[in-house]
């Protein structure tokens, strides 16, 4: 079984910077990092492989935002730089125990989610 814990959201005004971080527990090949605003589905923004740490970045958020794992600490991180309101949401972070069918992660297991928003 694998338990993930988010923590490190909150409010930021445009154009600046926070940090999420996920404790995780138990075996997982891969993690990640979700999001999902009012009214819209959710969208998986950051991936990354526990072993090679192989990243992947949804376009929406590449450039900008970045996710780190520190395997000792069995931490995630996700840093967020650039912020703008349209990043304001509820992010989740999420882990599986396989690459599955599209070879990035076969999500199974989620956090209870962590509030961002972001002023104009």
């Known amino acids: 079984q694998v338990q993930l814990v988010e923590s490190g959201g909150g409010s930021v005004q445009a154009g600046g910077s926070l940090r999420l971080s996920c404790a995780a527990s ?10 999902q605003a009012p009214g819209k ?3 998986g923004i950051a991936t990354i492989a526990t072993g090679n740490s192989r990243t992947y970045y949804a376009d929406s958020v590449k450039g900008r935002f ?3 794992q520190d395997n000792a600490k069995n931490m ?3 840093q967020m730089n650039s ?10 972070c999420a882990a599986g125990r396989d690459p ?4 990035l992660c076969a999500y199974s297991y989620w956090g209870q989610g962590t509030q961002v928003t972001v002023s104009s």
Request: proline share 3%; glycine share 18%.
């Open 100 to 103: 599955g069918s599209d070879g």
């Open 76 to 78: 995630l991180y996700l």
């Open 26 to 35: 138990g075996y997982r090949w891969c993690m990640g990092w979700f999001r």
């Open 83 to 92: 912020l703008n309101p349209e990043d304001g949401g509820i992010y989740y």
């Open 66 to 68: 970045t996710i780190s």
């Open 41 to 43: 589905e959710r969208e």
